[in-house]
């Protein structure tokens, strides 16, 4: 993975990590004391098109999402339990947007994505969810910003998702496994 890590603090450190066998990658520069990494999960298949046009069963939507879950699981383990700070692109939803309560805006489901789930379940929280707690109210969606029908589903409205995050661990709990 050829990536470049731009700070005005000196870069104290930096790291990078590949599995082969779930296709996760990252990078890493630790600044300041805290490791920021940066990551990009896989980006064939966005499964929101088959809770949305498809009408597909969360059993198939979760089969789907193995791919992203795997990479995200393999990624946040590495990423240890130092104070960290893990921005990028996710390629799918969070599990905090898909809810009940914006369900309506989501072809009528309401899905526990996985992969942003799998950094939730290491201690990781959703700086944007953080501040913004309701995705009806506030949804900061980041996809599609530009396509507002799709063509490949007769020109049905795109899903607007928010499938870039900033994943942060809390000062606190950092600290504390120290």
């Known amino acids: 993975m050829d990536v470049d890590a731009i700070s005005k603090p000196p870069i104290e450190k930096t790291d990078s990590f590949s599995k082969e066998s779930s296709g996760a990658q990252a990078i890493a520069a630790k600044i300041k004391g805290v490791w920021v990494y940066s990551i990009?999960?896989?980006?064939?298949?966005?499964?929101?098109?088959?809770?949305?046009?498809?009408?597909?069963?969360?059993?198939?939507?979760?089969?789907?999402?193995?791919?992203?879950?795997?990479q995200a699981q393999d990624v946040a383990e590495w990423t240890g339990s130092a104070l960290a700070v893990v921005p990028g692109d996710f390629n799918t939803p969070s599990h905090l947007d898909w809810t009940e309560e914006s369900k309506g805006?989501?072809?009528?489901?309401?899905v526990e994505w996985p992969a942003a789930k799998a950094f939730a379940d290491k201690g990781f929280k959703d700086s944007f969810r953080e501040l913004h707690p309701s995705p009806a109210k506030e949804p900061g969606n980041t996809w599609s910003p530009?396509?507002?029908?799709?063509?490949?589903?007769?020109?049905?409205?795109?899903?607007?998702?928010?499938?870039?995050?900033?994943?942060?661990?809390?000062?606190?709990?950092?600290?504390?496994?120290?």
Do not use: M, W
């Open 146 to 178: 530009v396509t507002k029908q799709n063509s490949d589903y007769g020109n049905k409205p795109e899903p607007q998702d928010r499938i870039n995050f900033i994943l942060v661990t809390p000062v606190s709990e950092a600290l504390s496994v120290r």
């Open 105 to 110: 805006t989501h072809g009528n489901s309401a």
């Open 40 to 70: 990009h999960l896989d980006y064939t298949k966005y499964d929101p098109y088959n809770a949305c046009f498809d009408q597909d069963s969360y059993q198939q939507i979760y089969a789907d999402e193995a791919s992203r879950k795997a």
